[in-house]
């Protein structure tokens, strides 16, 4: 499979279509990877998992207190 690239800056023209501020180029599937970066490891995982929880409890303490103080 391949991918198409940008080797600028992807922007949004008057009428929503995308525009490349830079040349096209095509990227084939196994390059992508090399393009992306490592993979997260399960440690990674645990952690976003780990902060995701603490930001919705905090919203949603928040919202429950705004909610009982009103």
Known sequence: MKFI???GDWTVGAAGELQCTGQLVSVASGEMQSLMGPALTWDD???LQGEAMVLFATVFGFLVL?????
Do not use: H, I, M, Q
Not at 66 to 70: F, G
């Open 5 to 7: 690239a940008c080797d």
């Open 45 to 47: 995982v645990s952690e």
């Open 66 to 70: 705004k909610k009982v103080l009103k």
